[in-house]
């Protein structure tokens, strides 16, 4: 998939995004937060490189000129660390996606094969 030669080897900046996302709201902050991950797994997007996440924050709507402002504050960085500590520390995510079934997850980008066999595994499928 990843066509590039910049693999971004962090998501912080995403993160960091999403948070000043929020500011203008819960749901600027869905449409930011799954713009994200969908312009990484699916388009192939760069979401450690400003100027793309830039590009996605302009597709999803959000008042540029706030998220700008909230973006250079470093406010949205901060808050992004702190959750990442929380997630490192409490619940042991060390890759993203880390998707938690009760007290199985599913660590990466996995095939879908292995989604299916946990809930299997699990009863509810």
């Known amino acids: ?3 590039r030669d910049d693999f971004p080897a962090w998501s912080l900046p995403a993160l960091a995004a999403a948070r000043c996302a929020a500011f203008q709201g819960k749901a600027a902050y869905d449409r930011l937060h799954y713009a994200l991950f969908e312009a990484f797994f ?3 997007k760069n979401i450690a490189n400003r100027d793309e996440i830039l590009e996605i924050v302009g597709e999803v709507g959000l008042d540029m000129d706030r998220f700008l402002v909230d973006f250079a504050s470093g406010e949205g960085q901060k808050l992004a ?4 500590e929380e997630s490192v520390n409490r619940y042991m995510v060390t890759a993203v996606p ?3 079934f ?4 599913v660590v990466g980008a996995v095939p879908l094969e292995e989604y299916l066999t946990v809930l299997e595994h699990l009863g509810i499928r």
């Open 1 to 3: 998939m990843w066509e």
């Open 42 to 44: 699916t388009r192939g």
């Open 81 to 84: 660390i702190e959750e990442y």
């Open 98 to 100: 880390t998707v938690f």
């Open 102 to 105: 009760g007290q199985t997850r």
